[in-house]
């Protein structure tokens, strides 16, 4: 059914409501289960108590392998000599969130991990070297609500990416929302990072479209946008999140427009064409988005990719017209035709060994640097390399506008993948080789070091935020934010 929507509305963000958290653990004893056991029943706000034995997960419960192995995405993080969790807690409702903060404090001041989807590409959000620690687990808060009329979405943080698009595509063929092209992400992870799309040109990142967030800070309160305060709030907004306190669920505007975006494949020159075309204003014709004007535009923009680039670039079978769910799926390496019943699957168990990288590209590659890529990539066998366009709406947004602060001046982002054996890299927000956090008496430094790389001229801000907020450090992880030097 075709929408009447502003000539510059391509596609309505939804709202997003997440919550997240991240701690480390204590080593494996019946103790420590039974005392924060104990406090999950007795020492917090009153929930049903009949199954709290079946949210938290000792290493002796039989369950615990397969609840610790089903959300890791990343195989070199599960061996024999990967350090475990403690205890891991799977709590279905926001109140259990708040319980786990509190115990974690109270019991014994251990470290937390928070697991949303488990993507991570180094293992963060359930894997710590400082022993013991245990991980809180978010995959049973999965909850999507949609409202069309408003625009808003509203999702938990353990629910993926796959089932927040097919919610959305279900209640609408007109909306969408900026937030990633891997359908088994997890939503608290990806958003707390930003939220990279292949719709950045023209909606920018996921965050840019987060109106609300409800997080369990470190003193176990749950707060919203109001309560938390702008800075707070804008520091959960692509600046990891969890370093600060707990997210589970998050509020994001939708995206509504077009029913056929164009999806395009074997983009050779995409790199110098992607940033004049604004994101995709340029092909926008007409107050309604029903089938011709999307014909229209998607000709439009192919007949002006072809004049940029040359002919052979843009010939039949190279540009493909897909619905915005069908464009998904193809991402997500699925073929064309594919149901989007598809994308509720959460793949258990489906873990690649991957290491993947990333750069940031602020002027052009010559064709003979490109050459030496080719060349590489043919010499290590299975490998990918994707480019990632900026420009439009990216090239808008000021770079302290969020943590997040990679907006103009970029050309594009490359995403590096090499598999062996098999073992694939790909684009990394975490990379553990660019610097460690050990949390000695050096942990500012250390911070800087990976942190400066991750935001720039806003990492002294998110410092402040953190200190301020947790001053004690209790929510870190080997590359979180760190606090000031104690004077």
């Given amino acids: 059914m075709a929408q009447s929507l502003n000539p510059y509305t391509y596609l309505h963000p939804l709202l997003?409501?997440?919550l997240l958290l991240h701690v480390s653990s204590p080593l494996a004893d019946p103790?420590?289960?039974?005392?924060?056991?104990?406090?999950?029943?007795?020492?917090?706000?009153?929930?049903?108590?009949?199954?709290?034995?079946?949210?938290?997960?000792?290493?002796?419960?039989?369950?615990?392998?397969?609840?610790?192995?089903?959300?890791?995405?990343?195989?070199?993080?599960?061996?024999?000599s990967t350090p475990k969790p403690s205890l891991i807690i799977t709590p279905p409702h926001e109140a259990h969130v708040q319980s786990t903060v509190i115990c974690a404090k109270s019991v014994i001041p251990i470290q937390i991990k928070i697991r949303s989807g488990g993507h991570d590409y180094e293992g963060i959000s359930y894997v710590s070297n400082h022993q013991p620690f245990i991980v809180l687990d978010l995959f049973n808060l999965h909850n999507i609500t949609v409202d069309v009329q408003k625009n808003l979405v509203v999702v938990h943080a353990g629910a993926t990416l796959g089932v927040l698009y097919y919610k959305i595509w279900n209640n609408s063929r007109t909306h969408g929302f900026p937030t990633?092209?891997?359908?088994?992400?997890?939503?608290?992870?990806?958003?707390?990072?930003?939220?990279?799309?292949n719709m950045l040109g023209r909606y920018g990142l996921s965050?840019?479209?987060?109106?609300?967030?409800?997080?369990?800070?470190?003193?176990?309160r749950i707060l919203d946008k109001e309560s938390m305060g702008e800075d707070l709030f804008?520091?959960?907004?692509?600046?990891?999140?969890?370093?600060?306190?707990?997210?589970?669920?998050?509020?994001?505007?939708?995206?509504?427009?077009?029913r056929s975006p164009c999806g395009r494949q074997a983009l050779d020159q995409a790199a110098d064409v992607a940033t004049e075309l604004d994101g995709g204003k340029r092909f926008q014709n007409g107050e309604s988005f029903g089938g011709?004007?999307?014909?229209?535009?998607?000709?439009?923009?192919?007949?002006?990719?072809?004049?940029?680039?040359?002919?052979?670039?843009?010939?039949?079978g190279e540009l493909y017209e897909t619905t915005w769910v069908e464009?998904?799926?193809?991402?997500?390496?699925?073929?064309?035709?594919?149901?989007?019943?598809?994308?509720?699957?959460?793949n258990l168990n489906s873990a690649d060994f991957l290491k993947r990288k990333s750069d940031y590209v602020q002027n052009p590659i010559p064709r003979s640097g490109l050459?030496?890529?080719?060349?590489?990539?043919?010499?290590?066998?299975?490998?990918?390399?994707?480019?990632?366009?900026?420009?439009?709406?990216?090239?808008e947004i000021p770079s302290d506008a969020t943590p997040f602060p990679h907006r103009a001046g970029n050309l594009f982002k490359i995403q590096y993948s090499v598999t062996w054996n098999p073992r694939s890299a790909f684009l990394a927000y975490k990379d553990l080789d660019i610097g460690i956090n050990s949390f000695d008496e050096n942990s500012y430094e250390e911070g800087e070091v990976y942190g400066l790389k991750y935001f720039n001229d806003n990492f002294e801000r998110l410092v402040k935020v953190k200190t301020e907020v947790d001053p004690e450090n209790f929510f870190r992880n080997e590359q979180s934010i760190p606090v000031l030097p104690r004077k």
């Avoid at 193809?330 to 509720?344: C, H």
Wanted: net charge neutral.
């Fill in 16 to 18: 997003l409501l997440l």
């Fill in 31 to 80: 103790s420590l289960y039974d005392s924060f056991l104990e406090c999950l029943k007795t020492d917090t706000n009153p929930f049903d108590q009949s199954y709290v034995s079946d949210i938290v997960f000792a290493q002796s419960n039989v369950s615990y392998p397969n609840v610790f192995e089903n959300y890791i995405r990343n195989t070199r993080f599960n061996t024999s």
């Fill in 180 to 197: 990633g092209v891997g359908p088994t992400v997890g939503v608290g992870g990806h958003v707390s990072s930003g939220g990279y799309d």
């Fill in 207 to 220: 965050v840019d479209n987060v109106i609300d967030a409800r997080i369990v800070d470190v003193n176990g």
């Fill in 234 to 258: 804008w520091a959960i907004k692509g600046g990891g999140g969890e370093d600060v306190g707990a997210k589970h669920n998050r509020s994001c505007r939708s995206v509504a427009g077009s």
């Fill in 292 to 316: 011709d004007v999307v014909s229209r535009r998607c000709r439009r923009a192919r007949d002006a990719i072809g004049e940029t680039v040359s002919s052979a670039w843009a010939k039949e």
């Fill in 327 to 346: 464009s998904v799926l193809w991402w997500a390496n699925y073929p064309l035709g594919t149901k989007p019943e598809t994308l509720i699957d959460r």
């Fill in 371 to 395: 050459e030496v890529l080719w060349k590489k990539m043919i010499e290590l066998g299975k490998t990918g390399l994707v480019f990632n366009p900026y420009g439009g709406r990216m090239g």
